[in-house]
């Protein structure tokens, strides 16, 4: 399967732990893309990494929430000391941006790791 | 502020009927607008992608339409099927902000048979 893959594709938690979510992009992306959806909502941007750099967070991401995207291949997406707030669907994205700048890559959806905080 | 507002929030068509769904943005500069559909529980998957020169673009039975003047899109569907009901994201793209992607919340669409 070359898709982009997330896992786990659900995770229930009680309110104060922690929770990692990881993201495996289609291979050769050079973008990878985190997404917060709650239920009736488009996706909200959290972050965005161009290889293994993260260029740009949202005020969204609080300190609670980090990134990685170590060697510039998969990704992981950690919360800390989750809030009843925190339950949505984590969705990962990845695109193949080219060299002009422009973002005209296709992205590329995971189906989301939905996160539930007791 | 870059905005994409979607309408109606949700729609409900018998199948075989055609629909339409709208999308206005404020979004600027503009870089390119793209329509999703996202199945229950599941990832959005791309249906089509414009760039501003581009007024009209077909994948099957979907029909996007642009008009940069006036900022809007719409998506038409035709013939429908049980299969298309979804949420239908558009997305723009910005060319400042790091080409950054700006959603709409969706239109909710249910064929019923």
């Known amino acids: 399967d070359t898709g982009v893959s997330q896992d786990p594709r659900h995770k229930i938690t009680k309110r104060g732990q922690n929770v990692t979510f990881r993201c495996d992009p289609i291979s050769e992306h050079n973008r990878l893309y985190w997404y917060r959806q709650t239920l009736g909502q488009g996706p909200e941007f959290l972050t965005y990494?161009?290889?293994?750099?993260?260029?740009?967070k949202s005020r969204l991401l609080s300190d609670r929430f980090s990134a990685e995207r170590p060697k510039g291949s998969f990704s992981t997406l950690e919360i800390q000391r989750t809030e009843q707030g925190d339950s949505a669907m984590y969705l990962c994205?990845?695109?193949?941006?080219?060299?002009?700048?422009?973002?005209?890559?296709?992205?590329?959806f995971g189906e989301g790791s939905r996160l539930t905080v007791l | 502020k870059n905005q994409v507002e979607q309408s109606p929030q949700s729609l409900i068509i018998l199948e075989g009927k055609n629909c339409t769904l709208q999308c206005n943005y404020t979004v600027s500069p503009f870089s390119n607008l793209r329509w999703y559909k996202q199945d229950t529980g599941r990832g959005p998957v791309s249906l089509t992608i414009m760039t501003f020169s581009e007024n009209t673009k077909s994948n099957g039975r979907y029909t996007a339409t642009l008009d940069a003047d006036t900022k809007q899109s719409s998506l038409h569907i035709t013939a429908s099927q049980l299969s298309d009901s979804a949420s239908y994201i558009c997305?723009?793209?910005?060319?400042?902000?790091?080409?950054?992607?700006?959603f709409g919340a969706g239109t909710i669409l249910r064929v019923k048979s």
């Open positions: 994205a990845s695109s193949r941006q080219g060299t002009s700048g422009r973002n005209t890559g296709e992205l590329f």
């Open positions: 997305v723009v793209s910005c060319m400042e902000y790091g080409n950054k992607l700006v």
């Open positions: 990494f161009q290889n293994e750099a993260q260029l740009e």
